[in-house]
């Protein structure tokens, strides 16, 4: 059986809280990633899911070391990223890179095309000057844009094509891993298929792993072989796509895709409407027992007391649920 190309094993990320301005004293921590275990296999693409606020986008900088991890371990081919000197980091970097959810804030304004795509290949040697020109106009040409734009500055393109240019900067470097942080929450809806598509597009050519973290199920549904779904820090639920989306398990789950509008509107009024009660519980103060049961419609006085197990509830699927039935062939979505 093949290595997982990323294995994130117990991962607990908390940012401290201090109050006082002179004399300032610890009170608590906020749990933004809270014990999370992942598998990425070779050349799969997976996709993160879960509304603002619930760790996601912690969870992507922890496993690209931009924030440290409190506990656990993330290794990435074998070799746990956690213990690397940050000499041995940098060397290994570039066969894990991340596409940030603004291009416009993860682009220097005072670089030009040509020199946002050129650094990154100068800085780990992986050409010779003389053969940058023609790397960056393949580039280019690559993502969909002509290379004539290379002397032009970020300012001057519209959203989806920054988006183009930050996903050609980011395949400068020929990695094996991407992690895709909402590529296309800040992009019209009109552009948002063309970069996912592309995305699709040079993840099959380039042999590439992803993950995909998003808050829109709908997003990653058609990219995606697996989908793993976390509330509050957890991950709540794990399966493969076509599986998460016909018969979710978790209450939570469903409540995700009840919430994604049907194209035909005589269903979409006719559909029951699974409404979530209060708001998400503040990582500061996690509840007890299952993290989500202060808004579950199925709660029971058993979930707050006692952490649901996340465990295999059918072949290709996990829950972290006391209610959540053992998946049969045939099940369907509520």
Known sequence: MNTPLLEIIDV?????????????????????????????????????VGESGCGKT????????????TAGRIRFDGVDLGALTPRALRAIRPRFQMIFQDPYASLNPRMTVFDAIAEPILV?????RNEIAARVSELMEHVGLAARYVKKYPH????GQR????????????????IADEPVSALDVSVQAQILNLIAGLSKHHDLTLVLVSHDLAVVRHLSHRIAVMYLGKIVEIGDAETVFNAPLHPYTQALLNAIPLPDPDHERARAKLLLKGDPPSPLNPPGGCPFHPRCPIAEPECAITVPPFV?????????????PEQTEGSQSL
């Open 12 to 48: 607990k990320v908390h940012f401290p809280v201090h109050r006082g301005v002179f004399f300032p004293r610890r009170i608590g921590a906020i749990k933004a990633v809270d014990g999370v275990s992942l598998d990425v296999a070779r050349g799969e693409v997976l996709g993160l």
């Open 58 to 69: 912690t969870l992507a900088r922890a496993v690209m070391r931009l924030v440290p991890t």
């Open 124 to 128: 780990h040697g992986l050409a010779k």
């Open 156 to 159: 001057e393109f519209s959203g």
């Open 163 to 178: 988006q183009r240019i930050a996903i050609a900067r980011t395949l400068a470097l020929d990695p094996k891993l991407i």
């Open 312 to 324: 295999a509830k059918g072949e290709n699927q996990k829950a972290a649920c006391l209610k959540a």
